[in-house]
């Protein structure tokens, strides 16, 4: 098994950043891509951005590509959501979730994720 424990949540002014990170402890050799999602009340949960084993493959939801960076650390088994130009309609919980199974790219859809975190509040003020 794998727990996974975000933090660096936080309220922000628009146009602020905020970094999230993911710590994993557990079975993490057993942890192939890695993603954040985030879910608004009352809304679905969405993909944000995910990142390989080796970090060299990463991808964005369209609506924070360019304003967010996705990183990780293997050594330490974290991983980190750099978030700038943040704007009220990224106010969210924030989700981290990892794959057990190897895939050639990381994906977007929540389902393929085998863990998950409790979450981390954002929320952007205008």
């Known amino acids: 098994q794998v727990q996974l424990v975000e933090s660096g949540g936080g309220l922000v002014q628009a146009g602020g950043s905020l970094r999230l990170s993911c710590a994993a402890s557990?079975?993490?050799?057993?942890?192939?891509?890695m993603a954040w999602f985030r879910q608004a009340p009352g809304k679905e949960r969405e993909f944000v951005a995910t990142?390989?084993?080796?970090?060299?493959?990463?991808d964005f939801a369209d609506s924070v590509k360019g304003r967010f960076t996705v990183s990780r650390d293997n050594n330490k088994n974290t991983m980190t959501l750099q978030m700038i130009s943040l704007n009220p309609e990224d106010t969210a919980a924030y989700y981290c979730?990892?794959?057990?199974?190897?895939?050639?790219?990381?994906?977007?859809?929540?389902?393929?994720?085998?863990?998950w975190g409790q979450g981390t509040q954002v929320t952007v003020s205008s």
């Open positions: 990142i390989s084993r080796d970090g060299g493959r990463t």
């Open positions: 979730a990892a794959d057990r199974n190897f895939r050639v790219l990381p994906r977007r859809t929540a389902a393929l994720y085998d863990y």
């Open positions: 557990g079975r993490t050799s057993g942890i192939y891509a």
